[in-house]
């Protein structure tokens, strides 16, 4: 039988429960690997030797290669655990926060100043917030009409 | 014999203890969070508690996906401050009361809560700065701290009304200690705030006041609210104040006593990605 889970249909969110938790426990791991800083040398040095060490998917590799926290959380990463990511690179919570809006880290931080993001329309999937699907990437990134 | 004389209600943002340590605190951007501190300064240090029981959670520090303690008491007799991968904060070591966390053991255990009993582990910044906003920047913590990690991070987390029961619970269990001590309750986290995905930056400036309302007039009713409602309303990581009800089980009215006096409410947006929110409820 289906478990409840009525968190899905919020827009711009992935919850990290058990299921993704399973999926993503070596990501999340390897994440963690990062709090020594033996091996943040090592990974630094050679991401992809590094990465090839722990059992995760060819997918959750290019994810984390590519820095795309979004693509991360979808293979099952955490964000505390992939703020270790961030870390390692000497970037901050709202950097990290911020990369996955697409927004530019000065946008972000504005909204932010500004009282944050609206829950208006952001409840629902369906609704017509900016975090809904149909508006990103959110900020200067998604009105170029991107070539 | 022990009592609960209070609890504080605070939120923990990381980047709080960033600007404390980095000497911040007067530029435009955190004076204002400061200053929503200078009361609590003051009152904490004339009310002089012997121990604190700081609920709080973990960040992947201490715990990674090895094990997901859902309640977690510290029952050591101390916790070094975590490395969370931008070098540890440089605040003093957290001394534990392991005869009154093991008490509470004894009798929350006993009274049905299944608790993991930790006597080794790194304390991260939920629990570092709540202390700092309250002590500033001692040489030494001015008490015991005896630390209550709850998972937030993986869902299912507990529901609030689980939470709710367990102060009520944790309060029974101090009240029957019977060394003479002065023991606040802190409940952490929160408020408003989403650090994933495309809804990042979510604040609900209404509903977190709401919420602090209904904390502080009803938080039986409050302890209702399903975990849903926090998500959609709050944000993915404002499910963190669920822990606000452990604190507010342990006062006085819930068992039967006269309502908690407010000494002090406080709400500020923003401390990096969140809504900072805080309060001090004393037991007449």
Known sequence: MALDKPYKDVPGTLIFDAEQSRKGYWLNQFCMSLMQAENRARFKADERAYLDEWAMSEEQKQAVLARDLNWCMRTGGNIYFLAKIGATDGKSFQQMAGSMTGMSEEEYRDMMIKGGRSPEGNRYLGEDGDAQPQHQPQGKAGQKGNP | MARITASVYTSHVPAIGAALDLGKTGEAYWQPVFAGYDFAKQWIKEAQPDVVFLV?????????????????????????????????????????????????????????????????????????????????????????????????????????????????????????????????????????????????????????????????????????????????????????????????????????????????????????????????????
């Open chain 2, 56 to 284: 709080y959670n973990d960040h992947a520090t201490a715990f990674s996906l090895d094990l997901i303690p859902t309640f977690a008491l510290g029952t050591g007799a101390s916790f070094t401050p975590a490395d969370e991968g931008w070098g540890p904060r440089p605040v003093p070591m957290v001394h534990g009361h392991p005869e009154l966390a093991a008490h509470i053991a004894q009798s929350v255990i006993q009274d049905d809560f299944d608790l993991t009993l930790v006597n080794k582990m790194a304390v991260d910044h939920g629990l570092t700065v709540p202390l700092s906003l309250m002590f500033g920047q001692p040489e030494a913590w001015p008490c015991k701290v005896i630390p209550f990690a709850v998972n937030v991070v993986q869902y299912p987390v507990p529901s609030g009304r689980r939470c709710f029961q367990l102060g009520q619970a944790i309060r029974k269990a101090v009240e029957s200690f019977d060394e003479d001590l002065n023991v606040q309750i802190w409940g952490t986290g929160g408020m408003s705030h989403q650090l994933q995905g495309p809804r990042a930056g979510l604040i609900n400036r209404e509903w977190d006041n709401r919420f602090l309302d209904r904390l502080i007039a009803d938080p039986a009713e409050l302890a209702g609210m399903p975990h849903i409602d926090y998500v959609r309303e709050a944000g993915s990581e404002g499910i963190e104040l669920v822990m606000w009800l452990i604190a507010r089980g342990a006062m006085a009215d819930v068992a039967g006593g006269p309502p908690p006096t407010v000494l002090q409410r406080f709400y500020h947006v923003p401390a990096s990605n969140t809504a900072v929110g805080h309060l001090i409820l004393e037991n007449p």
